[in-house]
């Protein structure tokens, strides 16, 4: 940790800028700085950027960088940081590239052996992962589901044996059909948390499991975020008592001690020597 600030318009640049979810209060102040002193933003929606830009008395100029327009603007843009000039990347919200245009111009910078900086700030991922309540590691995002149905499923199969807690963006237009294909294909008994409005004054959080979740119908408005625990473990299976003789009985055969195998065999099925006895007492009283 430095108190020293890196600099804030360091020639031929790419800055990549978090921005709020929901609340201007959570832009930081490297971020204004940055934002104020670069030659261009590279925003995906001009219009939405422009009233965050407008909120903080920044004049920057904007270039609209968004997927239908990316290859295209992209060697300009490179030639413009070659030249010098410092840019900045946003999203609409949070933090860019975690489902957002923006990799390939992150990639062409590199490969071209331009600088790229981070100036970190609010994401409603690791938000989401804060407050949810769930194991928070391994996690996989998912960012959002295909719109149609059966695309949908089939994404969801990718990720249904992950031992992982999942992170989901999901569409409030498609809310009830994407948690009611979430818990057919993840499993409805899954634990689950929905967020809504992250970060704003209406923000709600609604615990379950993925099928309690998926037959509520009063969060019908707001951007949501889905975080999937992982699938519930299974009881380990208790050994049965013909299986313990029969262990014993083997490793007697390979001529182990009647106390060796005991132990190795109390090892090899997980239960201690007072346990592993009483199987084989239940063995001997079941013959």
């Given amino acids: 940790m430095t108190r020293a600030i890196p600099p804030t318009s360091a020639p031929g640049t790419l800055f990549v800028v978090a921005t709020p979810i929901g609340t201007l209060a959570d832009l930081s ?3 204004r700085e940055v934002l104020a002193s670069v030659a261009v933003i590279l925003a995906e929606d001009t219009r939405r950027t422009g009233k965050l830009l407008a909120a903080e008395g920044i004049s920057t100029k904007l270039v609209a960088f968004h997927e239908h327009n ?3 603007v992209l060697p300009a843009i490179l030639a413009k940081l070659q030249a ?3 840019v900045a990347l946003v999203s609409d919200a949070g933090t860019p590239l975690l489902c957002d245009p923006g990799y390939r111009l992150v990639r062409a910078c590199r490969l071209a052996g331009l600088p790229v900086a981070a100036v970190p700030g609010p994401s409603a991922v690791t938000a989401a992962l804060s407050v949810a309540g ?5 996690f996989t995002f998912l960012g959002f589901l295909p719109p149609k149905g059966e695309a949908r499923k089939r994404f969801l199969r990718r990720f249904a044996g992950l031992d992982h ?3 989901v963006f999901l569409s409030p237009h498609r809310l009830s059909a994407e948690l009611a294909d979430c818990a057919e294909v993840l499993g409805g008994e899954r634990e689950a948390c929905l967020l809504a409005e992250l970060s704003k004054v209406h923000e709600r959080c609604e615990h379950g499991t993925l099928g309690a979740l998926a037959e509520k119908t009063h969060l019908a408005k707001g951007e949501f975020t889905l975080v999937v625990g ?3 473990q299974a009881p380990p299976r208790e050994p049965q008592a013909h299986e313990a003789q029969a262990l014993v009985r083997e490793l007697l055969a390979q001529g182990l001690s009647p106390g060796e195998a005991k132990k190795l065999a109390a090892e090899k099925l997980g239960v201690s020597k007072k346990k592993l006895y009483e199987l ?3 063995a001997k009283s079941e013959a």
Avoid: I, K, Q
């Fill in 280 to 282: 084989l007492e239940a």
């Fill in 84 to 86: 010098g000039m410092s």
């Fill in 165 to 167: 807690t999942l992170v």
């Fill in 70 to 72: 990316e290859s295209r």
């Fill in 134 to 138: 769930l194991p928070p590691y391994p």
């Fill in 29 to 31: 102040p490297r971020a």
């Fill in 230 to 232: 992982p699938p519930p």
